[in-house]
């Protein structure tokens, strides 16, 4: 599942949602008060909050605490975003990821469609015109992929009841294949299968609930698209053989969303999105 990195990130809700200051704690947030000359654009005062979203639920998968894909810089604290842009250092971090979001080609988040608004496009080209004007933004100058290792529901032993709720964040063809070959079960396969969870970084076999009712909408190389939805462990799974692979995927939660960065030709999402991510995968299916 190379570069998997699903930026498991943009929420698209009608308002800019709500998800980076010199000298950020050791919990992403933002600290200082440093700002840039000002050149007089308007923003409202908590206009870093709105950019934060944007950054945390867009950028911060890959251009996070910790890099991921190959990405040549963080984005997470005003440090980060005032910082000379290694491609142009007449631009800052900033005014660099606004050029990338407009772009008519090689645009980012990367994809089939730009997932920036205008308005939102709009709102963080006033808060570099204004200066950085920093803002308390609690959560929203959080990266939620640097947050510790927890289980935010109820963690479970590895010999569960079976169901469709068992083991989940384990690579479920992988057990099935083995169990089918030394027991000769007939344990199903899943074209693709995968568990969310509410935080970045959950062990395995940690029941997940809040994700329940999340859906997965899965787009395949010919542009059909199936979507389905999270059980009580936050599992979700497709068994047809009707997808043409790569895939792209997203998922949906509440009006909010969270979308795959790069095509995939591997259905077995847990493989990658481990407690820790490997592959390039910066950890979990985060629920947006």
């Avoid at 900033?94 to 008519?104: D, F, K, W």
Wanted: glycine fraction near 8%.
């Amino acid at each position: 599942m190379k570069r998997s990195a699903w930026l498991w990130l943009l929420s698209l809700s009608a308002a800019i949602l709500a998800p980076a200051c010199s000298g950020s704690g050791g919990d992403g947030e933002a600290t200082s008060s440093s700002s840039s000359s000002s050149t007089g654009g308007a923003a409202p005062p908590d206009a870093m909050c709105d950019v934060l979203t944007l950054l945390q639920q867009q950028c911060w998968s890959c251009h996070g605490t910790t890099r991921h894909d190959g990405t040549p810089n963080s984005l997470v604290t005003l440090a980060h975003l005032q910082a000379p842009s290694i491609v142009d250092a007449a631009s800052t971090n900033a005014e660099r990821s606004v050029l990338r979001m407009e772009a008519e080609t090689n645009f980012m988040p990367p994809g089939k469609v730009r997932r920036a608004t205008s308005e939102q496009i709009a709102l963080f080209k006033a808060w570099i015109a204004a200066g950085y004007p920093p803002a308390s933004c609690g959560d929203a100058a959080k990266d939620p992929y640097a947050a510790a290792t927890k289980c935010s529901g109820e963690q479970l032993g590895l010999h569960q009841q079976e169901g469709e709720d068992m083991n989940a964040g384990r690579p479920c063809n992988a057990c099935h294949e083995q169990v089918n070959t030394e027991q000769g079960g007939d344990s199903p396969l899943f074209t693709l299968a995968g568990t969310i969870f509410p935080t970045a970084h959950e062990p395995d076999d940690c029941r997940a609930p809040a994700a329940k009712g999340a859906q997965v909408e899965i787009t395949d190389f010919k542009g059909k698209v199936v979507v389905v939805t999270a059980n009580e462990a936050g599992n979700f799974f497709y068994k047809e053989a009707d997808l043409e692979f790569p895939y792209t995927a997203k998922v949906l939660f509440e009006g909010r969303e969270r979308a795959m960065a790069h095509p995939q030709k591997n259905g077995a999402c847990n493989e990658c999105h481990s407690e820790s991510g490997v592959q390039d995968a910066p950890g979990r299916i985060l629920l947006p």
